[in-house]
């Protein structure tokens, strides 16, 4: 089965700065999708960024970038020139995906990292 | 409509009372799940519907739950009897694609419905 592994309960950085969420997995498959969720408040969970495990190019949005190590299992979140509207609860989620039944298609999610962005 | 829209925000059930949450998704969306958020971790997977076929209830955690999508729009999930280790928040989310095929497409979570039982 696969899990989720998210070290960081909590994390502060300063407005403007960088910041380095952690995320480890387990799986035993070699296709697979891993994301980062952000969720506010509001509760609603917001795609922050993706990575399909057969490209070895680590994605990119804006201030979102990712670290891929899928050797080591390891899908980072670097957040640049942070923001405070970028305070929320992040977490990291696996796929695997398939068009059939059982766990493939489903999101497998970490504990999330609570991030606090100071001013 | 533009986005899941889940009713209602906020639940309080005495435990013993039966519930029921209501999930109307992005509309056009094949795929909708739920799952459960217990306070203090992720999201844990429900039960799946690809239009209205339930495909896969594995995470269904007893039989007092139990969803339903009967015109392939929109969901509802009902839990029986409810026990206090029910309280958590219960997102839907959609897709336009097949499961395992909405990878390409992402899911769009609702925000959700957190039930409380006292």
């Known amino acids: 089965a696969q899990t989720v592994t998210q070290s960081q309960p909590e994390m502060s950085v300063q407005e403007a700065e960088t910041v380095t969420l952690s995320c480890t997995y387990d799986t035993s498959e070699n296709n697979y999708y891993l994301f980062w969720y952000k969720q506010p408040p509001s509760r609603q969970m917001i795609l922050v960024i993706r990575?399909?495990?057969?490209?070895?190019q680590n994605a990119t949005e804006n201030r979102f970038s990712v670290n891929f190590q899928k050797a080591a299992k390891s899908f980072s979140l670097k957040i640049s020139d942070s923001q405070l509207g970028d305070t929320a609860m992040y977490f990291c989620?696996?796929?695997?995906?398939?068009?059939?039944?059982?766990?493939?298609?489903?999101?497998?999610f970490g504990k999330g990292t609570k991030l606090s962005v100071k001013p | 409509g533009a986005g899941v829209s889940q009713s209602p925000r906020y639940k309080v059930a005495k435990r013993g009372q039966d519930v029921a949450l209501r999930c109307d998704p992005i509309?056009?969306?094949?795929?909708l799940f739920w799952y459960q958020q217990a306070l203090g971790q992720g999201p844990e997977f429900l039960t799946y519907f690809q239009n209205e076929a339930q495909l896969d209830k594995s995470g269904l955690p007893s039989d007092r739950f139990f969803a339903e999508r009967p015109e392939g729009s929109v969901s509802t999930l009902k839990i029986q009897r409810t026990q206090q280790e029910d309280s958590a928040v219960y997102l839907c989310?959609?897709?336009?694609?097949?499961?395992?095929?909405?990878?390409?497409?992402?899911?769009?979570f609702g925000s959700g419905t957190r039930l409380t039982v006292v």
């Open positions: 989620a696996f796929m695997n995906p398939g068009d059939y039944g059982g766990s493939q298609g489903n999101l497998i």
């Open positions: 990575q399909e495990a057969y490209k070895q």
């Open positions: 509309s056009g969306h094949v795929s």
């Open positions: 989310a959609s897709s336009q694609r097949f499961k395992g095929g909405a990878s390409n497409y992402g899911y769009t």
